[in-house]
């Protein structure tokens, strides 16, 4: 598997998070994934699925998606 080489970080709350394409799309699945135990969030909310970060595409770069709202308290 091809490691994911992440950009940066944005929150799934966030006014860029509304520029990915299919967002709406995008968060339902995460949070499905969620709820099922497929993905993980941590302390800082950072998610992750089978130890490689939730992602998708932004401007042609891959950022990290960060649910702060789902944040492990």
Same mark, same amino acid.
């Given at each position: ?9 944005? %929150?799934?709350?966030s006014a860029?998070? /509304?520029?990915? =394409? ?9 949070? &499905? @994934?969620?709820?099922s135990g497929?993905?993980?969030? %941590? ?5 992750? /699925?089978?130890? =490689? ?6 401007d042609g770069?891959? &950022? @990290? ?9």
């Open positions: 598997m091809t490691p994911i080489n992440i950009d940066h970080w944005i %929150d799934m709350n860029d998070f /509304q520029r990915v =394409e299919r967002h709406t799309l995008i968060k339902r699945i995460v949070d &499905v @994934g969620i709820q497929m993905i993980k969030v %941590d302390l800082a909310g950072y998610m992750t /699925q089978a130890g =490689e970060p939730v992602h998708a595409e932004l770069k891959f &950022v @990290g998606l960060r649910y702060s709202a789902k944040a492990l308290n």
